[in-house]
Each structure stands twice: as structure tokens, then as C-alpha cells.
């Protein structure tokens, strides 16, 4: 990983979590010979709480403000000043986030994260041995927290001390379900020509995440070289797709943090995260839209659809009825309002909706499969055949409708 990519990595473990981390009582085993953590008491604890809806919901520099305003007034606050270094670090000014953290460090030396988000911000300023040091800090307070080694073996790797940070990788390894962990592994093992071990820890990362992005890289070449060239290709090829996917991400959460950012924008980053798989976020930002335009359709329809697959049926229903008032022309609206209707097990009022959806637009295909696995997940046999012998209409092929008719076979027998 190039250092950009590392700091990304970094920052989604650590200080992504924005003013959140305040709220963490412990980072894991502590030394015993550190100084205990300073914790914020009510008021400030309430405050801080409100620092952390406003970056969730991409008031950044909103928090920021309020945050720098409150530290005038208490400036005895623990953890404000770590509040104020990680907003600014996650607007990517590292250097204005560095004497915060220093400040948060002398006033509360036992904050492991402040140690931590100083020992990130010197790294993406071109300072990995400064890094290092700050980095100590953190490890002298936990010396098995995961994000700390995390960042240990980056730094190593950046100095050149390949043999210390294979060993720290190994400690990491011990515990993490992390597939950046995996894939860092594999990328040292390369650097000794351990080919083979590097290719088991780049499969183990994308068991993980079979997205993840340097894995399929570095595994489609090593498979290329051992011989194994069409699969080593179609990783390749995969990792294309996935990449120019991750950089459309990183283009629409910086348009969505700029001063001005409408719904559109927060929608578009939404859209691009189901993509990805990350439903989380994707929520988090189709929510943030309709803050500001509660009748977004776009939003409103990428909400419903994570609702629906998460089992949120009741909500989804609420917001089926703005979908069909926002946008009473657009088939998405009706053929959501019929799938809400199919969860709850009202197959009549689905079917109604589904046809009202048609007469809209011809469906593909997707719709009919959608349905025929809500059908088989509700016990609803007749009608989920109904649903698959329309996707075989449009899609004999479709490799889906195997497996589609073998649990429709599967459910018939059992009830029988």
C-alpha cells in the first residue's frame, strides 16, 4: 500500500470514528504502569455526544466550530482536544490535528487514542520515524491493541525493517479478522519471496472480503506468474472493477463533505456503498439526505431496500408510502411498496402494487428474482413458482434459476 492508501485504512479503524472513540471507556489490555485515562464528566460527556451526530451526519465543520467555541469556555475538558484533533485529521488537515493531540497528550498522558491519532497524523505528513515515536506512547498503554500494531507494522514496513514488522504482523495475526491485516502479511512475505505463504494470506483476506482490493491485486499477479493465468486474470480484472468502484467512493465522500452538499450527493455516495456492500454506511448516508429532502427519491428508495433486506419491515413500510407520494410515475416506487407488502405476508396488496409497478415500466429480470426469494422465504410456494417462471421467460439462462428451483423443490417436499 502506498501511504495515501495506508492512512485510509488507518483512519477507517481509528479515527474514523470521529469524536465516538470518546466515549470508549478502555482500548483493550492496559499496562498497569501508564496513567489512567481521564474521562469528560456529564455535561462535557453530553457535549461531546453532540459533536458526534453532527460528523455523522457531515457537519464536520459545524462540529469543529462548536467544538473550538466550548474549548474556551472549558478548557480543562479531557478528550476535547483529542474531539478537535481527529475532526480536523478526518478533513485530512493533519498538520492543524497534531498540536491537539500533543495538547490532549499533556493534559491527559493516559489516552491511548491521542497517542494513536498523533502517531497517524505525523505518518501522512512524511514523518514515519516522528511516527514511531509518538506511536510508543500508544504501545506503552496497550501493547496489544490491534489499531496500534496495525500501524506499527505500516511504519516498520515504510522504514525499512522488514524483519520487525513481519514479527508484529505475526502478533496481529494472532486475533485479526481484519483482511487489510491479511493482505499487509502477504505483502511482507513477498518482499522475502515466501510466494506461497503470501498467496494463503492473500486468500484468507479475500475469504474476508472478497472485494478487497490489494488482494485480488497481488493474488492475479502471483497466480499470473505461478502459471495459473486465467485465474490469476479474471482476479485482475475483478480488481479493476473494484477500484475504480473504491475511487468513485472516495470522489463522493469528498463532494459530500464540501460546504453546500445536497442530497444528491449523499445519495450517490449511498448508492455507490450498496455496491460495494458496505449497507452500514450506505444507510448512514441515504438517512443523511433525507435530512435535508425527505422526499428524495433516490434516497428514499435506497433506504427501503437496505430496510427490506435487513428485516426492517415496518419502517420500510412507512417510508414505501413517501416513496409512492414522492415519486408516483417511477415503477420503483410501487414495486417497493408491493415487496414491503410481501414481507408482512400481504401477498394480495403485493401482487396489486407489483402490477401497478408493470404498468409503469416492463421489468428485467432482477425484479422478478427479488420477489421469487421472498416468495421461498415466506413458505409461499404457488407464487414463488409464478415468480420463477417469469424469470425463465426473460432469462432462460440466468444461473440464479438452479438454485431458485431447487429450494422451491426443497420447501415443497418439507411441507408435504
Not at 88 to 93: F, N, Y
Request: glycine letters at 6%.
Amino acid at each position: 500500500m502506498t501511504r495515501r492508501n495506508r492512512g485510509q485504512s488507518l483512519r477507517r479503524h481509528c479515527l474514523a470514528l470521529a469524536v465516538a472513540a470518546v466515549l470508549a471507556s478502555g482500548c483493550g489490555d492496559r499496562s498497569h504502569d501508564t496513567p489512567a485515562e481521564r474521562q469528560p464528566d456529564t455535561e462535557a460527556l453530553s457535549f461531546l455526544i453532540q459533536l458526534q451526530n453532527l460528523s455523522n451526519a457531515g457537519r464536520g465543520a459545524q462540529a469543529l466550530q462548536r467544538a473550538r467555541a466550548y474549548l474556551e469556555t472549558s478548557p480543562d475538558t479531557p478528550q476535547l482536544r483529542y474531539a478537535i484533533g481527529t475532526l480536523l485529521a478526518t478533513m485530512d488537515d493533519f498538520e492543524a490535528a497534531i498540536p491537539f493531540f500533543e495538547a490532549e497528550i499533556e493534559l491527559n498522558p493516559g489516552h491511548f487514542l491521542s497517542h494513536l491519532g498523533l502517531a497517524l497524523s505525523l505518518n501522512q505528513l512524511g514523518r514515519p520515524d516522528d511516527a514511531l515515536e509518538a506511536l510508543s506512547g500508544a504501545l506503552a498503554i496497550s501493547p496489544s491493541d490491534g489499531q496500534a500494531l496495525a500501524l506499527n507494522r505500516d511504519l516498520l514496513m515504510e522504514t525499512g525493517e522488514l524483519d520487525a514488522a513481519l514479527v508484529v504482523s505475526e502478533q496481529l495475526l494472532e486475533t485479526s479478522q481484519d483482511p487489510d491485516d491479511w493482505s499487509e502479511h502477504g505483502v511482507i512475505l513477498r518482499q522475502f519471496s515466501q510466494n506461497n505463504d503470501a498467496m494463503d494470506a492473500f486468500e484468507r483476506a479475500l475469504e474476508l472480503d472478497a472485494r478487497h482490493s490489494a488482494s485480488l491485486l497481488n493474488l492475479g499477479q502471483l497466480l499470473v506468474r505461478s502459471g495459473e493465468t486465467d485465474r490469476g486474470e479474471a482476479m485482475l480484472a475483478k480488481q479493476q472493477v473494484v477500484s475504480e468502484l473504491n475511487d468513485r467512493i472516495d470522489h463522493l465522500r469528498r463532494s459530500s463533505r464540501v460546504a453546500g452538499a445536497t442530497p444528491q450527493n449523499f445519495s450517490a455516495l449511498g448508492a455507490a456503498l450498496v455496491q460495494a456492500g458496505d449497507m452500514v454506511d450506505a444507510e448512514r448516508q441515504f438517512r443523511r439526505a433525507l435530512q435535508d429532502d425527505g422526499r428524495y427519491p433516490p434516497a428514499v428508495f435506497g433506504l427501503i431496500s437496505i430496510l427490506l433486506s435487513s428485516g426492517r419491515a415496518e419502517e420500510a413500510t412507512q417510508w414505501s408510502a413517501t416513496a409512492v407520494m414522492a415519486a408516483p410515475q417511477d415503477f420503483r416506487s410501487f414495486y417497493l411498496l408491493g415487496m414491503t407488502r410481501l414481507k408482512k405476508g400481504q401477498f394480495e396488496e403485493a401482487e396489486a402494487a407489483f402490477a401497478q409497478s408493470r404498468t409503469l415500466q416492463i421489468w428485467d429480470k432482477e425484479p422478478h428474482f427479488q420477489i421469487a426469494e421472498a416468495y421461498l422465504d415466506a413458505g409461499a410456494w404457488t407464487r414463488a413458482a409464478e415468480s420463477i417462471d417469469a424469470l425463465f421467460l426473460i432469462d432462460s439462462e440466468d444461473d440464479r434459476l438452479e438454485l431458485l428451483r431447487d429450494r422451491l423443490a426443497a420447501g415443497q417436499a418439507t411441507e408435504n
